[in-house]
């Protein structure tokens, strides 16, 4: 079974950093990628950053290339969005998602599993 389970959002000044976390059950490891999306009110869930569950392959966007890290830790089955330099603009409730697919997951639809999602705000 898998499980996802967000944590870390929160409200922070615009220039400001928030590590966001996703705990994932041992069910996740049979998933090829995992990823994160952020919806903001009346828009559709957008792609951020996308990690291969094995090697260190990763995918932005590119609003966030250079301010947004992903990484995993799989001694504690976690992973991670570091987000630097937030804006405004990156207000948005933030999920974690895992996918079977072989080639880099961007789109919402090639995602199996989802967290119940984080709310990230940032003010200006």
């Known amino acids: 079974q898998v499980q996802l389970v967000e944590s870390g959002g929160g409200l922070v000044q615009a220039g400001g950093s928030l590590r966001l976390a996703c705990a994932f059950s041992?069910?996740?490891?049979?998933?090829?990628?995992m990823g994160w999306f952020r919806q903001a009110p009346g828009k559709e869930r957008e792609f951020v950053a996308v990690r291969r569950t094995t090697g260190h392959t990763t995918y932005y966007t590119n609003s966030v290339k250079g301010r947004f890290s992903i990484s995993r830790d799989n001694a504690k089955n976690t992973l991670y969005l570091q987000m630097n330099s937030l804006k405004p603009e990156d207000t948005a409730v933030y999920y974690c998602?895992?996918?079977?697919?072989?080639?880099?997951?961007?789109?919402?639809?090639?995602?199996?599993?989802w967290g119940q999602g984080t709310q990230v705000t940032v003010s200006s």
């Open positions: 998602a895992a996918s079977r697919s072989t080639n880099p997951p961007v789109r919402a639809n090639e995602y199996l599993y």
């Open positions: 041992e069910g996740t490891l049979s998933t090829i990628y």
